[in-house]
């Protein structure tokens, strides 16, 4: 059996101390394998935001432990830990975070070139990403000459550049009209299709049906579930 990509292995995470302790997330465990979307949901102030952020390695968790391809980041160094974020880790984040000064094939590769791989390579893997989402023909546009359909094109196209086998989607499609966030929910089903895993938080029940598999947070424990049967048709199972 191959490793998951993800592991959340009851994890917690509380802000501050004694009496004004928030536990944002409570006893979390969750499996996320390659090839496999699943989609987080639940009321504001749930805990979704803190859970993504724990599994992108931007927090660390006060209880449990993650792990991304079988490496603990409890016990990986900062400088492993920087290593996953630029090697293994793609996110997409509703508000885009594109650089404005750098053009559409210099934002794509961007990434890649921080990692030390030659400034070509890392070219040409952009191109061919790019292209895979359309956009062959803005190489040198600059975001603000952009929809914000295509922006957001360009922010999965660098969250999956090179070899990333974890993708995390914050409302990815929040800031979209309808058709363009069915494009946008169309290549990020596509990236975990051809081997990534996905984890993607979102409000929208149509979107979160592009997901294998939806989790339900309420009051920072996971409560419910659904998984996708062998007619892929979604079962709802309580977590208990």
Same mark, same amino acid.
């Given at each position: 059996m191959s490793t998951p990509a993800l592991e959340f292995c009851a994890v917690g995470m509380r802000y501050g101390t004694d009496a004004t302790a928030v536990h944002a997330l409570r006893d979390v465990s969750l499996t996320v394998t390659a090839g496999e979307l699943v989609a987080v949901m639940g009321p504001s102030g749930s805990g979704k935001s803190t859970l993504l952020a724990i599994a992108g390695t931007l927090l660390s968790p006060t209880e449990g432990d993650v792990l991304i391809s079988g490496t603990s980041l409890r016990e990986a160094s900062r400088k492993e830990l920087a290593g996953l974020r630029r090697r293994s880790l793609g996110f997409v984040f509703q508000d885009f975070n594109l650089l404005p000064a750098l053009t559409v094939i210099e934002n794509t590769a961007l990434p890649l070139e921080l990692d030390g791989l030659p @400034? =070509? #390579?890392?070219?040409?893997?952009?191109?061919?990403? *790019?292209?895979?989402? %359309?956009? !062959? &023909? /803005?190489? &040198? =546009? #600059?975001? &603000?000459?952009?929809? %914000?359909?295509?922006?957001?094109?360009? =922010?999965?196209? @660098? =969250?999956?550049?090179? +070899? /990333? !086998? *974890?993708?995390?989607? &914050? +409302?990815?499609?929040?800031?979209?009209?309808?058709?363009? %966030?069915? +494009?946008?929910?169309?290549? *990020?089903? %596509? /990236?975990?299709d051809a081997g990534a895993a996905g984890v993607l938080v979102t409000h929208e029940a149509t979107h979160a049906a592009w997901a294998d598999r939806i989790v339900f947070l309420r009051d920072g424990r996971l409560v419910d579930e659904t998984a996708r049967d062998d007619a892929g048709i979604l079962l709802t199972g309580s977590r208990g």
């Open positions: @400034r =070509a #390579y890392s070219r040409a893997q952009a191109r061919e990403v *790019l292209a895979s989402v %359309g956009l !062959s &023909d /803005r190489l &040198d =546009a #600059y975001p &603000d000459e952009l929809s %914000g359909g295509q922006q957001q094109r360009i =922010a999965i196209a @660098r =969250a999956v550049v090179g +070899e /990333r !086998s *974890l993708v995390l989607a &914050d +409302e990815p499609t929040g800031a979209l009209d309808s058709a363009t %966030g069915e +494009e946008v929910m169309r290549l *990020l089903r %596509g /990236r975990v």
